[in-house]
């Protein structure tokens, strides 16, 4: 499975941006997706997950009440709806497809990953 990962560009602060993800074919299971984050010096970071059917959702704390992950199955594509973005938000963003079916948020859980797609937020 192949990821794509697009939407990352340049906001100010308080800005939004919609990152999509697209797989190249769905999985031969059913899988939740994830985003992830990786600032410039720092280890990649979690940051939302869904589960296969989209019905269970996960926030890291520090986006929560700003971001809003979803997907549609039919066109194997994940959303991150970023809201309220703020500097720290600054970062690559990646997607990655799950080993479980459920919401997971540790990193050797995931199995795929794009390519990634930066986000730079300025003050």
């Known amino acids: 499975v192949q990821l794509q990962a697009f939407g990352g560009g340049l906001v100010q602060a308080g800005g939004s941006l919609r990152l999509s993800c697209a797989a190249s074919?769905?999985?031969?299971?059913?899988?939740?997706m994830g985003w992830f984050r990786q600032a410039s010096g720092k280890e990649r970071e979690w940051v939302a997950s869904?589960?296969?059917?989209?019905?269970?959702?996960n926030y890291a704390d520090s986006v929560k009440g700003r971001f809003t992950i979803s997907r549609d199955n039919a066109k194997n594509i994940v959303y991150l709806q970023m809201n309220n973005l703020k500097p720290e938000d600054t970062a690559v963003y990646y997607c990655?497809?799950?080993?479980?079916?459920?919401?997971?948020?540790?990193?050797?859980?995931?199995?795929?990953w794009g390519q990634g797609t930066l986000v730079t937020v300025s003050s």
């Open positions: 990655a497809v799950s080993r479980y079916s459920g919401v997971t948020t540790h990193l050797d859980s995931y199995r795929y």
């Open positions: 074919r769905r999985t031969n299971s059913n899988n939740g």
């Open positions: 869904i589960s296969w059917r989209g019905g269970d959702t």
